[in-house]
């Protein structure tokens, strides 16, 4: 018989409840854990909905392990992710940008098989100019006969991933999710609370004349990806014979976003800056989350010269060079890197 309910929908609980019940992608403790952190995702959004109405707006005048001055909003949504998650049972740890160090599970509370690494809120120096931010997050499965859980304990390569996923906070407020069996997009029903199945099994086109750099940074960029960009930037008069547009929401949530319906190549390379840093963007909760993202959804990631699910970490706010979407502009950007190497 069919249901009353008009365009029937499915809940992200549905859908985990069939990944895990058909699928067998995923265990109960793992089912539990995304639904937990999609809970603190909405919380979040809440909170940053609100910005100057509830004078969330702003620096909170302390710093994080990067140096980098903390948000408001920053520290408020760690606060959520770390609330919600610390009591469930589900966790051995936790990690996070805005964290130096690692975040064990008090010992009143159980503890589980996953570790849970996230950017709280990625994208901070666009929260007070009202510009797409979200959150970005990694799930590892903790080494067994672990014993005590230590930083040493994260530090798995991006293939240990078992599942990934962001949420960015726009005109819409989308929870996009992997957990190895493609790519699925959840829009939040706002009036109901809810995060409904929008799309299935995204897929990035493998062609695009979309890309997505910081040009400000051009006269710091290595050799590769000068020549790269400036035969983009030729267009039909130059090797690529066709034009190319760009965009740069200085969100890598948003860019990655619109990459995964659209298509597009993103890139953050290391440059002359900071000649001892590998990239800006981190590996352990940036990069390889999206990485794992990119790669399902048919796409490609890496940092110039290999692949970023294969970097093997040993820091866990380390940073990586990244260069992640359609995999035929991946593959040329890389190639420029070998060649020159
Ligand atoms: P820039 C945000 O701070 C972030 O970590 C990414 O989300 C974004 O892609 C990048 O940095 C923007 O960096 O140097 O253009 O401000």
Redesign the pocket.
Known sequence: MKTSVPNRRTSLTQFLVEQQRSANAIQPELRLLIEVVARACKAIAVNVGKGALAGVLGSAGTENVQGETQKKLDVISNDILMEANEWGGHLAGMASEEMETIHEIPNRYPKGEYLLLFDPL????NIDVNVSIGTIFSVLKAPEAMGEVTEKSFLLAGTMQVAAGYAVYGPTTVFVLTVGTGVHCFTLDREMGSWVLTQSNMMIPEETQEFAI?MSNMRHWEPPVKRYIDELLLGKTGPRAKDFNMR?V????A?VHRILTRGGVFL?PRDKREPDKPG??RLMY?ANPMSFIVEQAGGAATNGRQRILDVQPSQLHERVSVILGSKREVELVTRYHTETA
């Open positions: 990625d994208g901070s120096s910081n740069w200085a969100s890598m949530v860019d953050y800006k963007l940036e």
